[in-house]
């Protein structure tokens, strides 16, 4: 699949496109298109920049993610995860960071600091009914199945 990408000026010229790290990679890198480095204290949101906007085609999204890297070493998640970029949106895609770490979180101009995943998707329309057909779970969520393993919790 092709899809259109476009700089949104000349000053990010120098930073990659969306990449994969390996041939077995779903998710392509994102870099931060930031003029100065940027620090998120601890706790802190910081709205990053990427230099870039795409023109997907109707029928797909792209799946704004956190890196798993920075997340278990650093506590830095992309929040709003999978953060959703629409077919028809044609602006910058920038990444919501958080800082869940104990310690200030520095990014460089060209750090990697998510990643996207184009996906596609279904449209459909609601049939709104009186009631739901009965399942064996019904409508216990939030833990109703439990932790442990069936077989563990016959005993």
Not at 65 to 91: C, E, M, Q
Not at 106 to 119: C, E, H, K, P, T
Not at 136 to 151: N, Y
Request: aromatic share 6%.
């Amino acid at each position: 699949m092709v899809i259109p990408i476009a700089r949104i000026s000349d000053d990010t010229a120098d930073l990659p496109l969306p990449s994969y790290a390996t041939t077995g990679s779903a998710g392509m890198d994102v870099y931060a298109a930031i003029a100065e480095p940027m620090e998120i204290a601890p706790g802190a949101v910081a709205l990053v920049p990427t230099g870039i906007a795409i023109a997907l085609p109707h029928g797909y999204e792209a799946q704004v993610r956190s890196r798993s890297g920075l997340a278990a070493r650093h506590g830095i998640f992309a929040l709003n995860s999978p953060g959703t970029v629409d077919s028809d949106y044609r602006g910058e895609i920038r990444v919501i960071l958080a800082n869940f770490g104990a310690e200030a979180f520095r990014i460089q101009r060209g750090d990697r600091i998510a990643q996207v995943v184009v996906a596609r998707y279904e449209s459909v329309e609601w049939k709104e009914l009186s009631s739901l057909d009965e399942t064996k779970r019904g409508s216990g969520g939030f833990g109703s199945t439990g932790v442990a393993l069936p077989e563990q919790r016959a005993q």
